[in-house]
């Protein structure tokens, strides 16, 4: 229904907008893809009236859910790079054109007097050595793209320009005659050409990583009204890849995601290890879980080994994080990302009271512990029901199966 559009506002049917709200929801709080995650494509062109398939060969197969891609020369080398414009991360990616290949090139760049000075619309004809490419100036190439106006032509092994014919925007012709190869050239409607220096290769700058600093404004406490049995959820640990919270009974236990990068990790674990002593007195369990790629499991295992926690420590693994998406979809309703830190905080009998996101300080999840080891799992707070309401009895929550 999305692509049948309404000339008039007046006759917008309801299903047009109701599918434009499922998307919109399906994009913005699933993750769903608008390209259905095909992956990008690259065709090479034979010079035969064929085209051949390089996707996975130039490496350009990305699943991005790519927008437009624009075409290039970013460092003046003669070859065309590529700037590719995606919905989701990276926002923007850049192909760096590395080939080593001996082909001549010849690139045109137009100055309207009589026409538009940018020239779009005009035509250029390159012949070389006898055979002939035509390209046109364009204002834009696809969505919101734009590629350079300065027109670039592969010669592949030919050695001479034979001809360059520019028609202009209104029709006037001219012909440039003979250039050379290899060089960019200006041509000026009504003048002549002029060879422009093209700027010495340089190597695409990469920005200095700057320090991950921990973001308190996102830290946030959502408090379960009815608590969330995870007795079925398995928990794998380094030593005991079989384990379920049903395996933690007995004793209320944080349940803690982070990974080695995350620099609000890092002061969560700093709060925790000062105030260390009270949490164990009150019989806490801390249970570290990485999302590490499996390259950084062991420097996330020196990590725990330094702080003593690597005990109860393990890794997310695949199937865990399903079950984990599944769990903050019940919790906050929608398909929310799984932000780091994530900690769930366990009543003694496996049920998930508490779900903090971000670097909480310790005192709250110690307050919370306390509140759970005095009134029950089912914690008191104004601020989730009016003061002229209560719970008469606790409410039912089914647990999920995993």
């Known amino acids: 229904m999305t692509s049948q559009s309404p000339e008039e ?19 913005l709080k699933q993750g769903a893809s608008f390209s259905g995650r095909e992956r990008n494509c690259l065709f090479q062109n034979t010079g035969t009236g064929r085209f051949a398939n390089v996707s996975a060969a130039s490496g350009m197969d990305y699943s991005d859910d790519a927008r437009g891609a624009i075409v290039c020369d970013w460092d003046g080398d003669g070859l065309q790079d590529l700037i590719v414009k995606n919905r989701s991360a990276p926002r ?39 055979q002939e490419q035509t390209k046109t100036v364009r204002a834009g190439d696809g969505y919101l793209t734009q590629s350079s106006l300065r027109l670039h032509f592969g010669l592949g092994k030919r050695d001479h320009i034979d001809s360059v014919k520019v028609r202009w925007p209104g029709g006037a012709e001219e012909d440039f005659g003979p250039l050379s190869i290899n060089q960019l050239h200006r041509c000026t ?6 060879a422009i220096g093209t700027p010495a290769q340089t190597k695409v700058a990469h920005g ?7 973001d308190k404004t996102s830290a946030r406490r959502i408090l379960l009204r009815s608590p969330l049995p995870l007795d079925s959820l398995q928990l794998p640990s380094f030593e005991e890849p079989q384990r379920k919270v049903a395996d933690l009974n007995g004793q209320p236990t944080l349940v803690l ?52 926690l690597l ?80 719970w008469t009895t606790p409410k039912a929550r089914k647990a999920l199966s995993f």
Not at 18 to 27: F, P
Request: glycine share 8%; net charge neutral; with cysteine.
């Open 257 to 308: 995601l982070w990974a080695t990068w995350c620099a609000s990790c890092h002061e969560l674990f700093a709060d925790l290890l000062d105030q260390r002593k009270t949490w164990e007195s009150m019989g806490l369990r801390v249970v570290l879980m990485t999302t590490d790629e499996a390259a950084k499991i062991p420097q996330a295992k020196k990590e725990g080994q330094s702080m003593g």
């Open 9 to 27: 506002q007046e006759s917008v049917n309801p299903d047009y907008e109701n599918a434009w709200q499922a998307l919109t929801h399906m994009l």
């Open 92 to 130: 923007l990616r850049f192909l760096h054109n590395r080939s080593t290949s001996p082909a001549s090139w010849i690139q045109v760049e137009l100055i309207g007097t009589q026409s538009n000075r940018s020239a779009i619309g005009a035509r250029v004809t390159v012949k070389a050595n006898g």
């Open 311 to 390: 005990q109860d420590a393990g890794a997310v693994s695949e199937t865990l994080q399903k079950h984990l998406s599944g769990i903050l979809q019940e919790i906050l309703g929608y398909d929310a990302p799984l932000a780091l830190p994530t900690s769930l905080l366990l009543d003694a009998s496996g049920q998930c009271v508490v779900l903090y996101q971000g670097a909480i300080s310790t005192q709250t999840i110690l307050k919370d512990l306390q509140g759970i080891q005095k009134h029950g799992p089912i914690l008191k707070n104004t601020q989730v029901l009016r003061k002229d309401g209560f």
């Open 189 to 194: 409607q009504g003048g002549t050409a002029q």
């Open 208 to 214: 200095k990583h700057k320090k991950l600093l921990a």
